[in-house]
């Protein structure tokens, strides 16, 4: 039988703790806050599992619920531990993305603009990023989604890349640092060429560098052996064309 009566519970307004029994409390703060808090060893650790606002749950069901937790300490469970993983729990990164659209859609007021904000991430990012949760994308996985648009359509590459930020921002602690890494790497590296593709140059006019750009010529230059294909296809079939993402 516990302690305390829901009588007690209704008069009690002085900050402190008040035990129940077995465990349970009463907690009530300075400020007037008041919380039934079960103390319990889990795994020979004293734990304290918040059980819910005193005000809304009744003495009766604050005492159920501690019975149902000290039941599942006594069958080798951790409800504190699974409380933890709760609240740390990872979205998706289309999850994340949507709820983002969903925020966002509220302060514009072109339908069109709100559709294509979705619709390209639905195109080119939820196919590869979509099932993923977002402190397990990385800069990589990034550039691979951009790689594909960037020398067709680049100014779709850039709005894609900006909601993929705006998707990340979502996140909170060191899921959220993880994702802002991830941006950051995309940034350093951006795919202005697939890796491993060759560069654009016009065709070749002879012996040396005259048939190209003054810019083409110099980065063809200074661009180490590595870096230098010699059977380069259409769009640049010189002696001297660059591998981006080489050397």
Known sequence: MGKLTNSMVNALTE??????????????????????????QIHHTR?????????????????????ALRAQVA??????????????????????????HAEMCKGWKNGKHQQQWIGTLELYAFPKLGKRTVDKIDG???????????????????????????????????????SADALARA?????????????????FRGPGLSGYPARQADECRHAGTGTVDHHCGPFGRG????VVGSG
């Open 187 to 203: 940034r350093l590296a951006p795919p202005t060429q697939a890796h491993g593709a060759f560069c654009r140059a016009p065709p």
């Open 140 to 178: 990589p996985m990034i550039r691979d989604v951009l790689a594909e648009i960037w020398l067709d359509i680049p100014e779709t590459a850039r709005r894609v890349r900006q909601r993929i930020g705006a998707g990340l921002v979502l996140c909170q602690g060191s899921a959220r640092q993880r």
């Open 75 to 100: 069958k080798g469970g951790d409800p504190a531990e699974e409380r933890r993983k709760a609240k740390k729990k990872v979205p998706r990164f289309e999850e994340a993305a949507r709820r983002a």
């Open 47 to 67: 734990n304290d599992i918040t059980i819910g606002d005193a005000w809304h749950i009744s003495l009766k069901n604050a005492r159920l619920e501690a019975a």
């Open 239 to 242: 002696p001297a064309c660059a």
């Open 15 to 40: 900050p402190g703790r008040y035990a129940d029994g077995e465990g349970l409390y009463l907690r009530i703060s300075p400020a007037g806050g008041r919380r039934w808090v079960l103390r319990i």
